[in-house]
């Protein structure tokens, strides 16, 4: 295994002990009592997982350590982190959460991805990852936004939010574009 993917594995790993701080935090701000500490917690652990995300992309490249793996567990990783985030700063009370649509853009384009690369993977032998700069952008943003409630932050997170979404939706729509020039191309060879 490189290191790379032994990078994206640690960001994995922080997913379920970031989950259990913000939820934590979350419950006790709603009962009247906020537990700072869940919070800083929280919060530490989202940035050290998110800053691995560009560290195993550039150990990745820089090293030579580019995978067929790593293309698989990088998006696994990113989504993960993402997904638990939305779903537990709006499920648990968090102050100042986000909107209800941004949650349901960014958990929909990854649902419609993932049910869309499993049918082309039926459909043809190999379906290959191409990570778009749409996609990685959109990450970025996405990311931003989640910071952005997790440290109380309220100016420009509308705009956070709305830039997020608007690349989330965008990039969802090359990944499907790109599929569908796979299927095409293996199709027609078959």
Not at 157 to 167: G, K, N, P
Request: hydrophobic share 55%.
């Amino acid at each position: 295994m490189t290191a790379a993917n032994k990078i994206t594995l640690t960001r994995i790993g922080l997913i379920p002990a970031f989950v259990w701080l913000a939820w934590a935090y979350g419950r006790s701000f709603a009962g009247g009592q906020p537990m700072e500490s869940y919070r800083f917690g929280a919060i530490t652990l989202f940035l050290l997982a998110a800053c691995t995300d560009g560290i195993d992309g550039f150990v990745a490249r820089q090293f030579h350590q580019e995978s067929r793996l790593g293309a698989i567990l990088d998006p696994i990783a990113d989504k993960g982190l993402v997904a638990a985030a939305l779903i537990v700063l709006a499920a648990s009370g968090w102050p100042q959460s986000l909107p209800f649509w941004f949650p349901c853009a960014v958990i929909g384009r990854d649902l419609v991805l993932g049910i869309g690369f499993t049918a082309l993977a039926r459909m043809i032998e190999r379906v290959d990852v191409h990570p778009s700069l749409t996609g990685k952008i959109a990450t970025v943003f996405q990311l931003t936004s989640i910071a952005w409630v997790l440290f109380r932050i309220p100016r420009f997170s509308s705009t956070l939010v709305i830039i997020a979404t608007f690349l989330t939706l965008f990039s969802g729509i090359g990944y499907v574009l790109d599929g569908l020039r796979q299927l095409r191309a293996r199709g027609s060879r078959l």
